[in-house]
Protein backbone atom coordinates (compact mmCIF):
# COMPACT_ATOMS: atom_id res chain seq x y z
CA UNK A 1 0.00 0.00 0.00
CA UNK A 2 2.83 2.83 1.36
CA UNK A 3 4.57 1.16 -1.97
CA UNK A 4 2.11 2.34 -4.27
CA UNK A 5 1.29 5.47 -2.77
CA UNK A 6 5.18 6.68 -3.02
CA UNK A 7 4.71 5.06 -7.10
CA UNK A 8 1.92 7.82 -7.29
CA UNK A 9 3.67 10.49 -6.04
CA UNK A 10 6.88 10.06 -8.21
CA UNK A 11 4.61 9.19 -11.33
CA UNK A 12 4.36 13.01 -12.27
CA UNK A 13 8.63 13.45 -12.30
CA UNK A 14 9.18 10.26 -14.03
CA UNK A 15 6.73 11.02 -16.95
CA UNK A 16 8.52 14.24 -16.86
CA UNK A 17 12.26 12.54 -17.24
CA UNK A 18 12.40 11.84 -21.01
CA UNK A 19 11.47 16.16 -22.30
CA UNK A 20 13.45 17.15 -19.25
CA UNK A 21 16.45 15.07 -20.40
CA UNK A 22 15.78 15.96 -24.38
CA UNK A 23 15.67 19.40 -23.31
CA UNK A 24 18.97 19.44 -21.08
CA UNK A 25 21.26 17.27 -23.16
CA UNK A 26 20.63 19.07 -26.33
CA UNK A 27 19.10 22.72 -25.66
CA UNK A 28 20.79 24.20 -22.31
CA UNK A 29 23.66 22.33 -21.86
CA UNK A 30 25.01 23.49 -25.28
CA UNK A 31 24.37 27.05 -24.20
CA UNK A 32 25.98 26.65 -21.48
CA UNK A 33 28.92 25.14 -23.21
CA UNK A 34 28.56 28.12 -25.70
CA UNK A 35 29.68 30.33 -22.77
CA UNK A 36 32.59 27.88 -21.38
CA UNK A 37 33.55 27.72 -24.52
CA UNK A 38 33.56 31.43 -25.45
CA UNK A 39 36.11 32.06 -22.60
CA UNK A 40 39.04 29.95 -23.61
CA UNK A 41 40.69 29.67 -26.67
CA UNK A 42 41.46 26.01 -27.61
CA UNK A 43 40.76 23.89 -31.00
CA UNK A 44 39.20 20.77 -31.90
CA UNK A 45 42.51 19.24 -32.68
CA UNK A 46 44.73 20.09 -29.79
CA UNK A 47 42.30 20.77 -26.97
CA UNK A 48 44.32 22.31 -24.23
CA UNK A 49 41.72 24.72 -23.24
CA UNK A 50 43.34 28.51 -22.33
CA UNK A 51 41.49 30.50 -20.30
CA UNK A 52 41.48 33.77 -21.92
CA UNK A 53 38.20 35.93 -19.96
CA UNK A 54 36.81 38.34 -22.46
CA UNK A 55 39.49 37.83 -24.79
CA UNK A 56 37.77 36.51 -27.77
CA UNK A 57 34.85 39.46 -27.59
CA UNK A 58 37.34 41.66 -27.33
CA UNK A 59 38.96 40.54 -30.49
CA UNK A 60 35.14 40.81 -31.81
CA UNK A 61 34.97 44.26 -31.28
CA UNK A 62 38.59 44.59 -33.89
CA UNK A 63 37.25 42.28 -36.33
CA UNK A 64 35.49 44.44 -38.88
CA UNK A 65 34.30 40.67 -40.35
CA UNK A 66 31.97 40.44 -36.63
CA UNK A 67 30.54 44.09 -37.58
CA UNK A 68 30.11 42.98 -41.53
CA UNK A 69 28.41 39.89 -40.68
CA UNK A 70 26.07 41.81 -37.89
CA UNK A 71 25.47 44.43 -40.60
CA UNK A 72 24.49 41.59 -42.56
CA UNK A 73 21.94 40.21 -39.96
CA UNK A 74 20.45 44.28 -39.75
CA UNK A 75 20.02 44.19 -43.43
CA UNK A 76 17.65 40.86 -43.10
CA UNK A 77 15.68 42.24 -40.57
CA UNK A 78 14.87 45.69 -41.79
CA UNK A 79 14.06 44.22 -45.04
CA UNK A 80 11.76 41.60 -43.20
CA UNK A 81 10.22 43.53 -40.88
CA UNK A 82 9.12 45.83 -44.16
CA UNK A 83 8.21 42.80 -46.27
CA UNK A 84 7.20 40.49 -44.00
CA UNK A 85 5.62 42.54 -41.66
CA UNK A 86 4.17 45.85 -42.71
CA UNK A 87 3.32 44.13 -46.57
CA UNK A 88 2.23 41.10 -45.11
CA UNK A 89 -0.16 42.79 -42.89
CA UNK A 90 -1.36 44.76 -46.08
CA UNK A 91 -2.01 42.03 -48.02
CA UNK A 92 -3.74 39.99 -45.37
CA UNK A 93 -6.24 43.06 -44.93
CA UNK A 94 -6.36 43.17 -48.71
CA UNK A 95 -7.07 39.37 -49.34
CA UNK A 96 -9.34 39.59 -46.12
CA UNK A 97 -11.55 42.83 -46.98
CA UNK A 98 -13.99 41.18 -49.58
CA UNK A 99 -12.15 42.89 -52.83
CA UNK A 100 -11.92 39.05 -54.62
CA UNK A 101 -14.15 36.50 -54.36
CA UNK A 102 -13.56 33.96 -51.27
CA UNK A 103 -12.80 31.07 -53.41
CA UNK A 104 -9.95 33.38 -55.23
CA UNK A 105 -8.49 34.46 -52.23
CA UNK A 106 -8.04 31.41 -50.93
CA UNK A 107 -6.44 30.18 -54.33
CA UNK A 108 -4.36 33.57 -53.45
CA UNK A 109 -3.52 32.54 -49.75
CA UNK A 110 -2.48 28.96 -50.63
CA UNK A 111 0.09 30.73 -53.61
CA UNK A 112 1.68 32.62 -51.11
CA UNK A 113 1.94 30.36 -48.42
CA UNK A 114 3.71 27.46 -50.63
CA UNK A 115 7.08 28.53 -50.39
CA UNK A 116 7.59 28.90 -46.93
CA UNK A 117 6.74 24.47 -46.75
CA UNK A 118 9.75 23.91 -49.22
CA UNK A 119 13.08 22.43 -47.90
CA UNK A 120 15.76 24.66 -47.51
CA UNK A 121 17.69 22.87 -50.18
CA UNK A 122 14.98 23.18 -52.77
CA UNK A 123 14.82 26.67 -52.56
CA UNK A 124 18.39 27.50 -52.49
CA UNK A 125 19.32 25.07 -55.17
CA UNK A 126 16.56 26.39 -57.28
CA UNK A 127 17.46 30.08 -56.92
CA UNK A 128 21.13 29.05 -57.82
CA UNK A 129 19.78 28.32 -60.96
CA UNK A 130 17.42 31.60 -61.34
CA UNK A 131 20.43 34.13 -60.37
CA UNK A 132 22.92 32.28 -62.50
CA UNK A 133 24.52 34.68 -64.71
CA UNK A 134 23.49 35.18 -68.35
CA UNK A 135 21.33 32.33 -68.60
CA UNK A 136 19.47 32.57 -65.38
CA UNK A 137 15.84 33.39 -65.56
CA UNK A 138 16.28 36.49 -63.97
CA UNK A 139 19.01 37.80 -65.88
CA UNK A 140 17.20 36.60 -69.27
CA UNK A 141 13.89 37.97 -68.15
CA UNK A 142 16.13 41.47 -67.57
CA UNK A 143 17.17 41.21 -71.27
CA UNK A 144 14.14 40.64 -72.75
CA UNK A 145 12.71 43.79 -71.44
CA UNK A 146 15.64 45.55 -72.49
CA UNK A 147 16.94 45.97 -69.00
CA UNK A 148 20.38 44.22 -69.75
CA UNK A 149 22.18 46.97 -68.21
CA UNK A 150 20.61 45.45 -64.49
CA UNK A 151 21.89 42.05 -65.36
CA UNK A 152 24.36 40.48 -62.74
CA UNK A 153 26.36 37.50 -61.11
CA UNK A 154 23.81 37.80 -58.66
CA UNK A 155 25.50 35.55 -56.25
CA UNK A 156 28.98 35.82 -57.90
CA UNK A 157 29.14 39.57 -57.12
CA UNK A 158 29.98 41.55 -53.75
CA UNK A 159 27.37 44.11 -54.17
CA UNK A 160 24.32 42.06 -55.20
CA UNK A 161 25.38 38.46 -52.88
CA UNK A 162 23.18 39.41 -49.33
CA UNK A 163 20.56 41.72 -51.04
CA UNK A 164 19.65 38.33 -53.81
CA UNK A 165 19.20 36.13 -50.92
CA UNK A 166 17.44 38.28 -48.46
CA UNK A 167 14.97 38.42 -51.31
CA UNK A 168 14.71 35.12 -51.42
CA UNK A 169 13.78 35.00 -48.04
CA UNK A 170 11.22 37.55 -48.58
CA UNK A 171 9.65 35.39 -51.32
CA UNK A 172 10.03 31.92 -49.04
CA UNK A 173 8.44 33.72 -45.96
CA UNK A 174 5.65 36.90 -46.62
CA UNK A 175 3.19 34.10 -47.27
CA UNK A 176 3.84 32.66 -43.82
CA UNK A 177 3.20 35.40 -42.13
CA UNK A 178 0.31 37.02 -44.29
CA UNK A 179 -1.65 33.45 -42.87
CA UNK A 180 -0.80 34.09 -39.39
CA UNK A 181 -2.37 38.17 -40.04
CA UNK A 182 -5.16 36.15 -41.69
CA UNK A 183 -5.88 34.45 -38.63
CA UNK A 184 -5.74 37.52 -36.55
CA UNK A 185 -7.96 39.75 -38.43
CA UNK A 186 -10.91 36.87 -38.43
CA UNK A 187 -10.47 37.30 -34.49
CA UNK A 188 -11.78 41.00 -35.19
CA UNK A 189 -15.79 41.20 -34.63
CA UNK A 190 -17.52 41.87 -37.37
CA UNK A 191 -19.67 44.44 -35.86
CA UNK A 192 -16.42 47.06 -35.90
CA UNK A 193 -15.88 46.74 -39.75
CA UNK A 194 -20.08 47.34 -39.59
CA UNK A 195 -20.00 50.44 -37.95
CA UNK A 196 -16.88 51.97 -39.81
CA UNK A 197 -19.13 51.13 -42.89
CA UNK A 198 -21.79 53.24 -41.57
CA UNK A 199 -19.71 55.50 -40.65
CA UNK A 200 -19.17 55.74 -43.99
CA UNK A 201 -15.14 55.34 -43.67
CA UNK A 202 -13.51 54.01 -46.89
CA UNK A 203 -11.70 50.66 -47.07
CA UNK A 204 -7.89 52.43 -45.94
CA UNK A 205 -9.71 53.85 -42.87
CA UNK A 206 -11.49 50.95 -41.85
CA UNK A 207 -8.01 49.22 -42.49
CA UNK A 208 -6.44 52.06 -40.36
CA UNK A 209 -9.12 52.35 -37.65
CA UNK A 210 -10.08 48.54 -37.41
CA UNK A 211 -7.41 45.79 -38.59
CA UNK A 212 -4.29 47.68 -37.29
CA UNK A 213 -5.97 48.05 -33.79
CA UNK A 214 -7.08 44.88 -33.89
CA UNK A 215 -4.18 43.15 -34.76
CA UNK A 216 -1.46 44.95 -33.05
CA UNK A 217 -0.51 42.60 -30.81
CA UNK A 218 0.02 39.59 -33.52
CA UNK A 219 2.02 42.43 -35.19
CA UNK A 220 4.28 43.09 -32.26
CA UNK A 221 4.57 39.12 -32.25
CA UNK A 222 4.99 38.90 -35.56
CA UNK A 223 7.95 41.37 -35.53
CA UNK A 224 9.81 39.75 -32.58
CA UNK A 225 9.64 36.28 -34.83
CA UNK A 226 10.98 38.10 -37.88
CA UNK A 227 13.74 39.61 -35.81
CA UNK A 228 14.72 36.20 -34.05
CA UNK A 229 14.36 35.10 -37.36
CA UNK A 230 17.20 37.47 -38.82
CA UNK A 231 19.33 37.02 -35.91
CA UNK A 232 19.80 33.40 -36.23
CA UNK A 233 19.36 33.05 -39.81
CA UNK A 234 22.15 30.41 -41.22
CA UNK A 235 20.69 28.05 -43.52
CA UNK A 236 20.18 29.56 -46.79
CA UNK A 237 23.28 31.81 -46.61
CA UNK A 238 25.11 28.73 -46.59
CA UNK A 239 23.16 26.79 -49.24
CA UNK A 240 23.46 29.89 -51.56
CA UNK A 241 26.66 31.34 -50.60
CA UNK A 242 28.24 30.23 -47.99
CA UNK A 243 29.05 33.22 -46.80
CA UNK A 244 31.02 34.37 -50.29
CA UNK A 245 31.76 36.21 -52.34
CA UNK A 246 34.59 37.53 -50.27
CA UNK A 247 32.66 37.21 -47.08
CA UNK A 248 30.30 39.60 -48.82
CA UNK A 249 27.41 37.75 -47.85
CA UNK A 250 28.04 36.27 -44.47
CA UNK A 251 25.53 36.58 -41.58
CA UNK A 252 26.70 35.83 -37.86
CA UNK A 253 25.62 32.21 -38.10
CA UNK A 254 27.48 31.62 -40.65
CA UNK A 255 30.35 33.37 -39.75
CA UNK A 256 30.01 31.53 -36.79
CA UNK A 257 29.76 28.01 -38.16
CA UNK A 258 32.59 28.96 -40.65
CA UNK A 259 35.04 30.03 -37.29
CA UNK A 260 34.10 26.65 -35.91
CA UNK A 261 34.07 23.96 -38.79
CA UNK A 262 36.39 25.45 -41.26
CA UNK A 263 38.93 27.64 -39.37
CA UNK A 264 38.69 25.35 -36.09
CA UNK A 265 38.88 28.16 -33.57
CA UNK A 266 36.53 26.96 -31.32
CA UNK A 267 36.71 29.83 -28.75
CA UNK A 268 36.08 32.48 -31.22
CA UNK A 269 33.00 30.83 -32.62
CA UNK A 270 31.37 30.30 -29.41
CA UNK A 271 31.90 34.08 -28.69
CA UNK A 272 29.95 34.66 -31.74
CA UNK A 273 27.49 31.94 -30.44
CA UNK A 274 27.29 34.08 -27.08
CA UNK A 275 26.40 37.24 -28.53
CA UNK A 276 23.82 35.60 -30.95
CA UNK A 277 22.11 33.99 -27.94
CA UNK A 278 22.12 37.26 -25.81
CA UNK A 279 20.18 39.10 -29.02
CA UNK A 280 17.97 35.85 -29.56
CA UNK A 281 16.74 35.75 -25.47
CA UNK A 282 15.92 39.28 -25.14
CA UNK A 283 13.63 39.37 -28.52
CA UNK A 284 12.68 35.91 -27.64
CA UNK A 285 11.98 36.96 -23.98
CA UNK A 286 9.57 40.09 -25.49
CA UNK A 287 8.04 37.03 -27.71
CA UNK A 288 7.02 34.82 -24.47
CA UNK A 289 5.77 38.29 -22.77
CA UNK A 290 3.36 39.15 -25.85
CA UNK A 291 2.57 35.75 -26.71
CA UNK A 292 1.07 35.26 -22.70
CA UNK A 293 -0.51 38.24 -23.34
CA UNK A 294 -2.27 37.78 -26.39
CA UNK A 295 -3.90 34.38 -25.36
CA UNK A 296 -3.68 34.24 -20.88
CA UNK B 1 -23.44 65.61 -52.96
CA UNK B 2 -23.80 63.85 -56.61
CA UNK B 3 -20.26 64.63 -57.83
CA UNK B 4 -19.01 62.73 -54.54
CA UNK B 5 -20.91 59.81 -54.89
CA UNK B 6 -20.06 59.60 -58.66
CA UNK B 7 -15.87 59.97 -57.62
CA UNK B 8 -16.66 57.29 -54.87
CA UNK B 9 -18.11 54.95 -57.72
CA UNK B 10 -14.90 55.62 -60.03
CA UNK B 11 -12.48 55.64 -57.27
CA UNK B 12 -13.76 51.72 -56.23
CA UNK B 13 -13.40 50.48 -59.46
CA UNK B 14 -9.61 50.81 -60.00
CA UNK B 15 -8.96 50.21 -56.46
CA UNK B 16 -10.65 46.94 -56.73
CA UNK B 17 -8.88 46.73 -60.03
CA UNK B 18 -5.52 47.58 -58.67
CA UNK B 19 -5.57 45.19 -55.67
CA UNK B 20 -6.51 42.19 -57.58
CA UNK B 21 -3.31 43.36 -60.44
CA UNK B 22 -0.92 43.17 -57.45
CA UNK B 23 -2.25 40.17 -55.89
CA UNK B 24 -2.19 38.31 -59.34
CA UNK B 25 1.61 39.40 -59.51
CA UNK B 26 2.40 38.61 -56.39
CA UNK B 27 0.93 35.06 -57.08
CA UNK B 28 2.86 34.39 -60.34
CA UNK B 29 6.12 35.20 -58.40
CA UNK B 30 5.46 33.08 -56.23
CA UNK B 31 4.04 29.68 -58.32
CA UNK B 32 6.20 30.51 -61.56
CA UNK B 33 9.61 29.55 -60.57
CA UNK B 34 7.78 26.16 -59.08
CA UNK B 35 6.40 25.62 -62.31
CA UNK B 36 9.48 26.67 -64.03
CA UNK B 37 11.14 24.40 -61.90
CA UNK B 38 8.67 21.61 -63.08
CA UNK B 39 8.88 22.32 -66.89
CA UNK B 40 12.32 22.81 -66.53
CA UNK B 41 12.84 19.22 -65.41
CA UNK B 42 11.71 17.77 -68.12
CA UNK B 43 14.03 19.63 -70.65
CA UNK B 44 17.22 18.41 -71.95
CA UNK B 45 20.13 20.79 -70.85
CA UNK B 46 20.80 22.47 -74.28
CA UNK B 47 16.98 23.70 -74.00
CA UNK B 48 16.84 24.93 -70.52
CA UNK B 49 19.20 27.56 -71.13
CA UNK B 50 18.26 28.57 -74.59
CA UNK B 51 14.21 28.64 -74.14
CA UNK B 52 13.89 28.64 -70.55
CA UNK B 53 10.61 30.04 -70.61
CA UNK B 54 8.63 27.58 -73.13
CA UNK B 55 7.34 24.52 -72.73
CA UNK B 56 9.34 21.66 -73.47
CA UNK B 57 9.59 20.91 -77.32
CA UNK B 58 10.52 17.29 -76.16
CA UNK B 59 9.48 15.80 -73.08
CA UNK B 60 12.32 14.22 -71.40
CA UNK B 61 10.17 12.32 -68.68
CA UNK B 62 13.41 10.26 -68.42
CA UNK B 63 15.15 12.41 -66.13
CA UNK B 64 12.99 11.47 -63.34
CA UNK B 65 14.42 7.96 -63.31
CA UNK B 66 18.10 8.87 -63.82
CA UNK B 67 17.69 10.93 -60.76
CA UNK B 68 16.15 8.41 -59.10
CA UNK B 69 18.88 6.20 -59.67
CA UNK B 70 21.77 8.75 -58.43
CA UNK B 71 20.39 7.73 -55.35
CA UNK B 72 17.49 9.37 -54.27
CA UNK B 73 15.58 6.65 -53.44
CA UNK B 74 18.12 6.38 -50.33
CA UNK B 75 18.05 9.63 -49.30
CA UNK B 76 14.31 9.51 -49.00
CA UNK B 77 14.00 6.18 -47.19
CA UNK B 78 16.58 8.26 -44.85
CA UNK B 79 14.16 11.37 -44.57
CA UNK B 80 10.74 9.11 -43.86
CA UNK B 81 13.11 6.97 -41.32
CA UNK B 82 14.11 10.09 -39.27
CA UNK B 83 10.40 12.36 -39.67
CA UNK B 84 8.83 9.03 -38.44
CA UNK B 85 10.87 8.50 -35.90
CA UNK B 86 11.08 11.96 -34.04
CA UNK B 87 7.57 12.24 -34.99
CA UNK B 88 6.04 9.86 -32.82
CA UNK B 89 8.25 10.54 -30.08
CA UNK B 90 8.05 14.29 -29.99
CA UNK B 91 3.90 13.65 -29.79
CA UNK B 92 4.17 10.77 -27.38
CA UNK B 93 6.92 12.65 -25.07
CA UNK B 94 5.36 15.98 -25.43
CA UNK B 95 1.38 14.84 -25.02
CA UNK B 96 2.66 12.43 -21.61
CA UNK B 97 4.74 16.06 -20.41
CA UNK B 98 1.53 18.04 -21.09
CA UNK B 99 -0.64 15.93 -19.37
CA UNK B 100 1.07 15.48 -16.53
CA UNK B 101 1.83 19.14 -16.28
CA UNK B 102 -2.39 19.50 -16.76
CA UNK B 103 -3.93 16.83 -14.54
CA UNK B 104 -1.45 16.57 -11.53
CA UNK B 105 -0.43 19.55 -8.88
CA UNK B 106 3.46 18.57 -7.90
CA UNK B 107 6.49 20.43 -6.55
CA UNK B 108 8.31 22.62 -8.95
CA UNK B 109 5.41 22.24 -11.69
CA UNK B 110 6.23 25.86 -12.28
CA UNK B 111 9.58 25.18 -12.97
CA UNK B 112 9.40 22.48 -15.67
CA UNK B 113 6.52 24.84 -16.89
CA UNK B 114 9.69 27.42 -17.64
CA UNK B 115 12.28 25.47 -18.74
CA UNK B 116 10.18 23.59 -21.92
CA UNK B 117 9.17 27.44 -22.47
CA UNK B 118 13.02 28.56 -22.19
CA UNK B 119 13.46 26.08 -25.03
CA UNK B 120 11.11 27.84 -27.34
CA UNK B 121 13.97 30.72 -27.34
CA UNK B 122 17.20 28.63 -27.42
CA UNK B 123 17.40 28.19 -31.73
CA UNK B 124 19.77 25.43 -32.51
CA UNK B 125 21.86 27.59 -34.92
CA UNK B 126 23.48 29.15 -31.72
CA UNK B 127 24.70 25.60 -30.27
CA UNK B 128 25.99 23.88 -33.19
CA UNK B 129 29.42 23.38 -32.00
CA UNK B 130 28.96 22.09 -28.49
CA UNK B 131 25.81 19.92 -29.99
CA UNK B 132 28.59 18.51 -32.37
CA UNK B 133 30.51 18.17 -28.85
CA UNK B 134 27.88 16.01 -27.23
CA UNK B 135 27.38 14.05 -30.34
CA UNK B 136 30.92 12.64 -30.14
CA UNK B 137 30.93 12.59 -26.72
CA UNK B 138 27.75 10.26 -26.51
CA UNK B 139 28.86 8.39 -29.40
CA UNK B 140 26.12 8.71 -32.03
CA UNK B 141 27.84 11.42 -34.25
CA UNK B 142 27.54 9.73 -37.49
CA UNK B 143 24.36 7.85 -36.90
CA UNK B 144 20.88 8.46 -37.59
CA UNK B 145 20.14 9.21 -33.80
CA UNK B 146 22.54 12.47 -34.07
CA UNK B 147 19.55 13.51 -36.48
CA UNK B 148 16.81 12.19 -34.22
CA UNK B 149 17.92 13.07 -31.58
CA UNK B 150 18.07 16.74 -31.77
CA UNK B 151 15.07 16.96 -33.78
CA UNK B 152 12.96 15.62 -30.83
CA UNK B 153 14.63 17.95 -28.37
CA UNK B 154 13.73 20.94 -30.41
CA UNK B 155 10.39 20.22 -31.30
CA UNK B 156 9.62 19.47 -27.60
CA UNK B 157 9.01 22.93 -26.55
CA UNK B 158 6.42 23.86 -28.94
CA UNK B 159 4.22 20.28 -29.02
CA UNK B 160 4.34 20.47 -24.96
CA UNK B 161 2.85 24.35 -25.07
CA UNK B 162 0.70 23.30 -27.94
CA UNK B 163 -0.63 20.40 -26.58
CA UNK B 164 -0.69 21.93 -22.68
CA UNK B 165 -3.35 24.51 -24.35
CA UNK B 166 -5.45 22.01 -25.58
CA UNK B 167 -5.69 19.82 -22.73
CA UNK B 168 -6.78 22.22 -20.32
CA UNK B 169 -9.96 22.28 -22.07
CA UNK B 170 -10.71 18.45 -21.36
CA UNK B 171 -12.64 18.77 -18.18
CA UNK B 172 -10.83 17.60 -15.18
CA UNK B 173 -13.55 15.00 -14.08
CA UNK B 174 -12.04 13.10 -17.31
CA UNK B 175 -9.11 12.40 -15.15
CA UNK B 176 -10.59 12.20 -11.68
CA UNK B 177 -13.45 9.41 -12.87
CA UNK B 178 -10.09 7.25 -14.27
CA UNK B 179 -8.34 7.69 -10.62
CA UNK B 180 -11.58 6.86 -9.28
CA UNK B 181 -10.91 3.56 -11.45
CA UNK B 182 -8.17 2.69 -10.11
CA UNK B 183 -6.24 3.78 -13.22
CA UNK B 184 -2.52 4.61 -13.00
CA UNK B 185 -1.55 7.69 -14.86
CA UNK B 186 -0.07 6.08 -17.78
CA UNK B 187 -3.44 4.16 -18.32
CA UNK B 188 -5.46 7.55 -17.51
CA UNK B 189 -3.22 9.15 -20.20
CA UNK B 190 -3.56 6.09 -22.86
CA UNK B 191 -6.96 5.52 -22.53
CA UNK B 192 -8.84 9.16 -21.72
CA UNK B 193 -6.07 11.86 -22.71
CA UNK B 194 -4.66 10.31 -25.94
CA UNK B 195 -7.77 9.72 -27.86
CA UNK B 196 -9.75 13.14 -26.41
CA UNK B 197 -6.47 14.84 -27.59
CA UNK B 198 -6.98 13.39 -30.98
CA UNK B 199 -7.06 17.06 -32.99
CA UNK B 200 -4.22 18.63 -31.34
CA UNK B 201 -1.81 15.43 -31.79
CA UNK B 202 -2.74 15.82 -35.72
CA UNK B 203 -2.13 19.48 -35.83
CA UNK B 204 1.18 19.02 -33.71
CA UNK B 205 2.19 15.93 -35.72
CA UNK B 206 1.66 18.22 -38.73
CA UNK B 207 3.35 20.72 -37.92
CA UNK B 208 6.72 18.60 -36.66
CA UNK B 209 6.99 16.40 -39.44
CA UNK B 210 7.39 19.16 -41.83
CA UNK B 211 9.65 20.62 -39.44
CA UNK B 212 11.88 17.54 -39.49
CA UNK B 213 11.15 16.63 -43.45
CA UNK B 214 13.01 19.89 -43.73
CA UNK B 215 15.70 19.78 -41.06
CA UNK B 216 19.12 20.58 -42.41
CA UNK B 217 21.46 21.82 -40.13
CA UNK B 218 21.72 18.75 -37.85
CA UNK B 219 22.04 16.07 -41.25
CA UNK B 220 24.85 18.84 -42.42
CA UNK B 221 26.91 19.07 -39.07
CA UNK B 222 26.46 15.72 -37.32
CA UNK B 223 26.55 13.34 -40.05
CA UNK B 224 28.72 12.97 -42.20
CA UNK B 225 28.35 9.64 -43.79
CA UNK B 226 26.43 10.81 -46.78
CA UNK B 227 24.20 7.36 -46.69
CA UNK B 228 22.56 8.31 -43.81
CA UNK B 229 21.72 11.69 -45.01
CA UNK B 230 17.95 12.89 -45.68
CA UNK B 231 17.05 14.42 -48.75
CA UNK B 232 17.74 17.95 -47.76
CA UNK B 233 21.37 17.54 -47.31
CA UNK B 234 21.47 14.60 -50.13
CA UNK B 235 20.43 17.22 -52.48
CA UNK B 236 23.40 18.95 -52.29
CA UNK B 237 25.59 16.61 -52.87
CA UNK B 238 23.31 15.46 -55.43
CA UNK B 239 23.73 18.58 -57.34
CA UNK B 240 27.56 18.63 -56.91
CA UNK B 241 28.05 15.12 -58.21
CA UNK B 242 25.49 16.18 -61.59
CA UNK B 243 27.59 19.76 -61.87
CA UNK B 244 25.82 21.01 -65.02
CA UNK B 245 23.20 17.96 -65.53
CA UNK B 246 20.63 20.55 -64.29
CA UNK B 247 17.07 19.37 -65.54
CA UNK B 248 18.08 16.08 -63.58
CA UNK B 249 18.82 18.04 -60.72
CA UNK B 250 15.61 20.07 -61.05
CA UNK B 251 14.17 16.52 -61.56
CA UNK B 252 15.77 15.48 -58.03
CA UNK B 253 13.95 18.59 -56.34
CA UNK B 254 10.86 17.98 -57.94
CA UNK B 255 10.52 14.78 -55.95
CA UNK B 256 11.73 15.53 -52.90
CA UNK B 257 8.77 18.20 -52.63
CA UNK B 258 6.19 16.37 -53.79
CA UNK B 259 5.92 14.24 -50.87
CA UNK B 260 5.35 17.55 -48.80
CA UNK B 261 3.08 19.17 -50.97
CA UNK B 262 1.05 15.97 -51.21
CA UNK B 263 0.77 15.84 -47.19
CA UNK B 264 0.11 19.87 -47.04
CA UNK B 265 -2.64 20.00 -49.71
CA UNK B 266 -4.66 16.88 -47.91
CA UNK B 267 -3.66 18.12 -44.29
CA UNK B 268 -3.86 21.48 -44.65
CA UNK B 269 -6.46 22.14 -41.92
CA UNK B 270 -4.50 20.21 -39.51
CA UNK B 271 -1.41 22.12 -40.26
CA UNK B 272 -2.51 25.70 -40.27
CA UNK B 273 -4.10 24.94 -36.71
CA UNK B 274 -0.80 23.88 -35.40
CA UNK B 275 0.74 26.20 -36.56
CA UNK B 276 -1.51 29.29 -35.87
CA UNK B 277 -1.76 27.92 -31.86
CA UNK B 278 1.95 28.22 -32.00
CA UNK B 279 2.64 31.11 -34.16
CA UNK B 280 6.44 30.26 -33.91
CA UNK B 281 8.66 29.80 -37.43
Known amino acids: ?296 | MMRRRSRLALRLAPAKLGALTILTILAVVTIYPLAWLLLNSLKSSDALFERSWALPTTWLWHNYPEAWRYGLGRFMANSVLITGVSVVAIVLLGALAAFVLVTRRFRGRGLVTAIVLGGLIVPPEVSLFPLFKIMVLLGIYNTYLAMIAPDIAYGLPFTVLLLRAYMTQIPPEMAEAATMDGAGLLRCFWHVYLPLARPALAAAAMVQAMRVWNEFVFALTFVSNDALHPLTVGLTTFGDSLNTNWPVLLAGLVISIVPILVVFLLMQRQFMRGLTAGALK
Not at chain 1, 60 to 67: G, N
Not at chain 1, 140 to 146: E, I, K, P, S
Not at chain 1, 231 to 253: E, R, Y
Open chain 1, 1 to 296: MRRRAIIARLAPYLALVPVLLFLAVFLYIPVVLDFAYSAHAWNSLSPTWRFVGFGNFRELLHDPLFWQSLRGNVLYAVVSLIVQVALALVLAAVLESGVVGIRLSAFFRVSYFIPSIMPITVIGLLWQILYQPDVGLIDQALHAVGLAALAHAWLGEEATALPAIVAVSQWQWFGYITVLFIVAIRAIPRELYEAAAIDGARAWRSFWHVTVPGVTETTVLMALITIFGAVKVFDIVWVMTGGGPNNASQVLGSYMYRSAFRDDRVGYAAAIAVVMFMICSVVGAAQLYWSRRRAP
